[in-house]
Antibody, heavy 120, light 107 residues
Framework: QITLKESGPTLVNPTQTLTMTCSLSGFSLRSGGVAVGWFRQPPGKALEWLALIFGDDTKWYRPSLKDRLTITQDTSKNQVVLTMTNMEPVDTATFYC????????????WGQGTLVTVSS | SYVLTQPPAVSVAPGQTASITCAGNGVGSPSLHWYQQKPGQAPVLVVYDDSLRPSGIPERFSGSKSGTTATLTISRVEAGDEADYYCQVLDGTPDVEFGGGTKLTVL
């Protein structure tokens, strides 16, 4: 059974760096072709993709946010970590991670999401 | 990158059929997927690869595509179908894009 669970701070100060962790269960990024993506959703707004990492450590980033994002994997802990620098109030959102199967382009399993508020 | 345009809202009476469109504007015609998101919950995949249904999704949910416009059709709509629906593509740029979402209201 595939599950993902996000963890991280619920409140960050402006200009700080956000670090979010996605803990994987029921699969490993070492399974060829599998990937994990990060997404965000500001309150009342649409979903937005942020980053994607494959088992071979290939990384994709949203072009408009590329300079602020870093996605990494910790295979020993079966986790994927996203960092986002220079957080601003407009970055307040629920952050999700999700699983993408090999050769597919959809995201079939999602974590429950974590709301991160940026405020002083 | 690919741009996906959805109507902001669709309303339908219970038992009727709801159709939600997603118009694509970009290079090529990548496979398109649909997600249902209820308030306070994570998205759930309801249609993938334009017209395929994941296991556990009712047959009332179907997808189709003509050219660069895809349609999610929900037959015999129930109150529990009230949710936001998002379309999504992964293109070769590489980039992952979602539509702006459609709020389905069951009257």
């Amino acid at each position: 059974q595939i599950t993902l669970k996000e963890s991280g701070p619920t409140l960050v100060n402006p200009t700080q760096t956000l670090t979010m962790t996605c803990s994987l269960s029921g699969f490993s990024l070492r399974s060829g072709g599998v990937a994990v993506g990060w997404f965000r959703q500001p309150p009342g707004k649409a979903l937005e993709w942020l980053a994607l990492i494959f088992g071979d450590d290939t990384k994709w980033y949203r072009p408009s946010l590329k300079d602020r994002l870093t996605i990494t994997q910790d295979t020993s802990k079966n986790q994927v970590v996203l960092t986002m620098t220079n957080m601003e109030p407009v970055d307040t959102a629920t952050f999700y991670c999700a699983h993408k199967d090999r050769s597919m382009t959809d995201f079939d399993y999602w974590g429950q999401g974590t709301l991160v508020t940026v405020s002083s | 990158s690919y741009v996906l345009t959805q109507p902001p809202a669709v309303s339908v009476a219970p038992g009727q059929t709801a159709s939600i469109t997603c118009a694509g504007n970009g290079v090529g015609s990548p496979s398109l997927h649909w997600y249902q998101q209820k308030p306070g919950q994570a998205p759930v995949l309801v249609v993938y690869d334009d017209s395929l249904r994941p296991s556990g999704i009712p047959e009332r949910f179907s997808g189709s595509k003509s050219g660069t416009t895809a349609t999610l059709t929900i037959s015999r709509v129930e109150a529990g179908d009230e949710a936001d629906y998002y379309c999504q593509v992964l293109d070769g740029t590489p980039d992952v894009e979602f539509g702006g979402g459609t709020k389905l209201t069951v009257l």
